[in-house]
């Protein structure tokens, strides 16, 4: 079992730039989350996914979208980026109903300029 | 809504050391609650959790948390630290009974370093 992988684990961009985070989890969880961490601020939670098919807003989602492709994949896209966006993203996944807790990927150290 | 408050930033301790990092919530519901550990540039992973029942939870590498509902409160301990604990501490918060889809509430995390 890998557990949670996200690619890749480290970008720079220049603002206005576009990219996607690829996030998968080989546990078979029905929810996923990506959140952010910035310094003194904690994880903060930019979007979620119920379940396959379902996303919705997190505390913090301007500026992100995202796509459940499939019950294992969870990307997030930012389509114009902005050094406000500069943080470290992880991605995470559960089974709300039975694990309770989230398993979390290696993160990606994202930098714009 | 829930929230978390992480009452030390930053905790320095000698090594064997005991250590106590504090977290406080505050919630209309019923919780799960959470401690997480990062060490430098890794991801989190769980220390342990409280669900339900017995208040005192043991978790991984010798650490433990105490469940105080009347003070809603939910402490990390641990009685003799290592060097290998170096790292940052997160507590955590979700709605029990799955309703919230597991959405993780943090807190502003508490970096403990072990001096020798």
């Known amino acids: 079992n890998a557990g949670v992988t996200q690619t890749p684990k480290f970008q720079v961009l220049k603002t206005g730039q576009s990219m996607t985070l690829q996030c998968a989890q080989d546990?078979?969880?029905?929810?996923m989350y990506w959140y952010r961490q910035d310094p003194g601020m904690g994880l903060r939670l930019i979007y979620y996914?119920?379940?396959?098919?379902?996303?919705d807003k997190g505390e913090v989602p301007n500026g992100y979208n995202v796509s459940r492709l499939n019950k294992r994949e969870f990307s997030l896209r930012l389509e114009s980026a902005a050094p406000s966006q500069t943080s470290v993203y992880f991605c995470?996944?559960?089974?709300?109903?039975?694990?309770?807790?989230?398993?979390f990927g290696p993160g990606t150290r994202l930098t714009v300029t | 809504a829930q929230s978390v408050t992480q009452l030390d930033s930053q905790v320095p301790v000698f090594e064997e050391a005991p250590v106590e990092l504090r977290c406080n919530y505050s919630?209309?519901?019923?919780?799960?609650l959470f401690w997480y550990v990062q060490y430098p540039n890794q991801g989190l992973q769980l220390l342990l959790k409280y669900l339900s029942g017995s208040t005192l939870v043991k978790g991984i590498n010798g650490f433990e948390a105490e469940f105080n509902k009347s003070q809603t409160s939910f402490h990390l301990r641990k009685p003799s630290v290592h060097i290998s604990d170096t790292a940052e501490y997160f507590c955590?918060?979700?709605?029990?009974?799955?309703?919230?889809?597991?959405?993780?509430?943090f807190g502003q995390g508490t970096i403990l370093t072990v001096h020798p």
């Open positions: 995470a996944s559960t089974d709300p109903g039975t694990r309770h807790e989230q398993y």
């Open positions: 919630s209309s519901v019923s919780v799960y």
């Open positions: 996914s119920a379940s396959e098919g379902t996303t």
């Open positions: 546990m078979n969880h029905n929810s």
């Open positions: 955590a918060v979700t709605m029990a009974g799955g309703t919230s889809y597991g959405k993780l509430t």
